[in-house]
């Protein structure tokens, strides 16, 4: 992929920019015998300047890792070629799983990796090479994930929602969330925490970098129930060098076994 000398967050803000002072220049310029002293811009809006730096479907291939209570997510989404790989890591008693998947358009790909005392690869008769799954065969698929879109931290969506949002320094911002009242939100953040019973409005901290890119979001997810405060956060990085998802081909995967979706549907 060729490096970019510019960022679609750049060339939004560049664009508006250019055309605001374009149509100043025009309504000068039709009559100047009656043109009088112009009234100053307005400030940037900083909700807006946010939200311009999020993803977008004409942005090169980044990484993301988004990360809660739970654990850590972490992957490639390349707008492009419409394609996402994620990592999972899961961690039991006896074993440490790792999953890895490849999503381009409607195709899905999985390789698995177990790590644990006992060769439990070997006795699941699981390859340790990339299997294409048929999602017919898997359980629940409908709760799969796919290539979805450019944001897989949701970050535009809890950025709409918040409010009270200033500029700092070096490319952070702030606002709060009142989650109590942006239901949507509410279920689009759910397994994260139960926000739905947060009564206070929730921090909000993102960083934009110097190339116009949204580089981080943090939620300071308070303390709810017997849940202990805990923090939500997304980063994505590398615009420009991460590498492409493309589908596989010829003898890079082959079809998944039997084996690949008794695990998927008896795990």
Known sequence: MTQRTGTTATIRRFAAATVALLAVALV???????????????????????????????????????????????????????GMEMEIVGKEKDFTLEMAFRFVESRTWMKVNFKGKRDIQKLMKLPTTWMELDRTKVKGADEMPTYEGTDPGNTEVIIRAATDVQAGEDGTYTGVIDFSTEPELVEAMEGVAPLGDATEPVPLTAVVGPDGNLTSLTLAIPAIGKRKASEYVVKYSDYGTAPAVVAFVGDEAKPAPKAAYDMLNNG
């Open 28 to 82: 000068a310029g039709c009559d100047d015998r009656d043109a009088g002293p112009q009234a100053a811009p307005p400030p940037p809006d900083p909700k807006q300047e946010l939200l311009a730096a999020v993803p977008d479907a004409e942005d090169p291939a980044f990484r993301f890792i988004t990360s809660d209570a739970s654990g850590d997510v972490s992957g490639v989404i390349d707008p492009v070629n419409r």
